[in-house]
C-alpha cells in the first residue's frame, strides 16, 4: 500500500496534466464482503425491503452530509457509505496510487455493492462522485437501474479547442491546488463558503468547512488533484442508464453550462435546472432535491409523482 505521505502526481504524468478517465475493469468478487463495509463504515437505513438508493459523497465530507435527505426516503434502502480517507472509514486503506484515478473510487463503489449483493441500486453521487458513478455504471451497469447526478462535472478545466466551459482555467487549478498544498486548513476556511454558497445561511459553510478539516489532508491532497485534473467526458456515451441530471444556479464549480454538456452527452438523462444555489443543494435545499428525485423515480418506475411520504 502506498503512503500517505506519497506526493506522485496522477498516474505518474507531468505535474498539473490532465488525464483521460479510465473505465475499471471487471471486479472479482470481495473475498472479505464485512471488511469491505468496515473499511467503508457502511450504513443502511431506511425500508429493508424498499427500492435501493446508494448514496456517494463529494469531495472534503462524508456520509454524514446525506443525513437532511435520507428522512425523505423512508421507503427505500438506503445504503450510506465513506469514501477512503473521509468521514469515518479506515484511512490505512487509502492508496494514491489507486485513488490517484477516478477509478479507484468508482472500484470502490462496485466492491460496496458486490460486498452487500445489492441489485437494482440508484446510485447516488453528488459532485465528484457523480463521475464516480458514470465510472462504475460504465463498468458494471447489471447491478444498477439508474443514477442521479447531483452538481456534476466531467472536466473542471475549460477546453478552448472544443468550446467546452468547466469553469476554470488550468492556471485557476494549479493555484487552488497550491494553496491547498500550501496550508490545507486556511484552504478550507476559504473555500467551504464559495463551495456551498448560500452566504444568508453560513452555518452550512461551517459544516461543510468542518467537513473538509475531518478529511486526511493527504488524503484530501490526492483527492483534490484527482478530481481536478481529470477529464470524464469520453465515459458519458457509454452510460446508457435512466440518469437524473440535478443543477443548481450559481453554482462555482459547476456552471449551468456544465450541467447541460452532461445532459446532452448522455443517451437517456433528464436534466432538472433546480432553484436551489450553490454546490450542494442535498443540503442547502434538500426538500427540492428529495422532491426532484422522487418525481424522477416515479417516472422511472411509471407510476405517478410522489412526494415525500
Known amino acids: 500500500m502506498t503512503a500517505l505521505t506519497d506526493d ?9 496534466a490532465l488525464v483521460p478517465a479510465e473505465v475499471p475493469a471487471p471486479r472479482p468478487a470481495p473475498l472479505d464482503p464485512a471488511a469491505v463495509l468496515a473499511r467503508h463504515a457502511v450504513t443502511t437505513v431506511g425500508d429493508p425491503d424498499g427500492p435501493v438508493l446508494l448514496l456517494a459523497h463529494g469531495f472534503g465530507t462524508g456520509q454524514d452530509a446525506w443525513r437532511r435527505l435520507v428522512p425523505h426516503f423512508p421507503d427505500h434502502r438506503v445504503v450510506l457509505f465513506d469514501h477512503l480517507g473521509s468521514g469515518r472509514s479506515d484511512l490505512s486503506a487509502f492508496d494514491h496510487t489507486r485513488h490517484g484515478r477516478l477509478g479507484g473510487y468508482a472500484e470502490d463503489v ?64 494549479h493555484e487552488l491546488l497550491a494553496s491547498l498544498d500550501s496550508n490545507y486548513y486556511a484552504w478550507s476556511a476559504a473555500m467551504a463558503p464559495v463551495v456551498m454558497g448560500n452566504p444568508e445561511e453560513p452555518e452550512l459553510a461551517a459544516e461543510l468547512e468542518r467537513g473538509f478539516v475531518g478529511t486526511h489532508p493527504d488524503a484530501a491532497r490526492t483527492f483534490a488533484r484527482t478530481l481536478f485534473l481529470t477529464d470524464s467526458r469520453a465515459v458519458l456515451p457509454q452510460v446508457s442508464l435512466p440518469t437524473l441530471v440535478l443543477q443548481c444556479q450559481y453554482d462555482a464549480l459547476a456552471p449551468v453550462a456544465v450541467g447541460d454538456a452532461v445532459a446532452a452527452a448522455l443517451p437517456r438523462a433528464e436534466l432538472v435546472r433546480m432553484a436551489a444555489t450553490g454546490h450542494c443543494p442535498h443540503v442547502s435545499a434538500p426538500e427540492e432535491t428529495a422532491a426532484a428525485i422522487r418525481a424522477h423515480l416515479a417516472r422511472r418506475r411509471g407510476g405517478p409523482s410522489a412526494g415525500t411520504p
Open 8 to 16: 506522485r502526481d496522477l498516474d505518474g504524468t507531468a505535474p498539473g
Open 110 to 173: 462496485l466492491d460496496v455493492l458486490a460486498a452487500l449483493d445489492l441489485h437494482d441500486v440508484t446510485l447516488v453521487g453528488h459532485s465528484v462522485s457523480a463521475m464516480v458513478s458514470v465510472l462504475a455504471a460504465a463498468a458494471d451497469p447489471g447491478r444498477l437501474t439508474g443514477l442521479v447526478l447531483i452538481a456534476p462535472s466531467p472536466r473542471y478545466v475549460d477546453d478552448p479547442a472544443t468550446g467546452y466551459t468547466g469553469g476554470f482555467s488550468l492556471e485557476d487549478v
